[in-house]
Each structure stands twice: as structure tokens, then as C-alpha cells.
């Protein structure tokens, strides 16, 4: 079992920059693909970012050219660095990694965007 921990949500002006932090509580391995979710409130879990084992990198459109996905694996913790924000991406984000045939969560850190 993963347990995961995010960090690095807060309140942030419009135009600014956040960069979450997933903390897991045991190895992740290197070939083992990790990503990143938000929730809205009101509307339903979308997918922001994710990034295989591989490396390849995935990301929704509205985040394209402003949020980058990374991992470091000698630390365990994949993050999500948030640039030019926008009063739109206020949610929880979830980071997850799927690992023994099943998918991890984390509890989720609430990133609010103020105008």
C-alpha cells in the first residue's frame, strides 16, 4: 500500500505560481505512472497532468504551457509546478500513482486563485 501526502496549495493571486508536493510513504517505482487531478466545487474530478514511467507527460488543455509535471524518484515525490494561474483552476488537487495493480490517492490540497 501507498499512502500519499500533497502539499504546496494555498491562496494565490491571479498570474502567480504554486508548486504541489507529493509526498508517498514508500518507494515509488520509476516505471510506476503518476499524476495529478482537481476537483471543483460542483463539478467533477478532471485529470491536470500525468507522467509515465517512461516519461512521457500528458496534460489537460486548459493547463497546457503553465503547469509542468515532474518526479523526483530518489525521493518519492512527483510534483505539479503551477505557473500563470487563473481563478479557474481553484479546486482540491489529488496526486496518485498506480503501483500493484491499483491506483493510490492522496487526500488532496485545495489551491484557491484570487482575482
Known amino acids: 500500500q501507498v499512502q500519499l501526502v500533497e502539499s504546496g496549495g494555498g491562496l494565490v493571486q491571479a498570474g502567480g505560481s504554486l508548486k504541489l508536493s507529493c509526498a508517498a510513504s514508500?518507494?515509488?517505482?520509476?516505471?510506476?505512472?503518476v499524476g495529478w487531478y482537481r476537483q471543483a466545487a460542483g463539478q467533477q474530478r478532471e485529470l491536470v497532468a500525468q507522467i509515465t514511467g517512461g516519461g512521457t507527460t500528458t496534460y489537460a488543455d486548459s493547463v497546457k504551457g503553465r503547469f509542468t509535471i515532474s518526479r523526483d524518484n530518489a525521493k518519492n515525490t512527483p510534483y505539479l509546478q503551477m505557473n500563470s494561474l487563473k481563478i479557474e483552476d481553484t479546486a482540491v488537487y489529488y496526486c496518485?500513482?498506480?503501483?500493484?495493480?491499483?491506483?493510490?490517492w492522496g487526500q488532496g490540497t485545495q489551491v484557491t486563485v484570487s482575482s
Open positions: 496518485y500513482v498506480v503501483q500493484y495493480g491499483r491506483q493510490y
Open positions: 514508500r518507494t515509488i517505482f520509476s516505471i510506476s505512472p
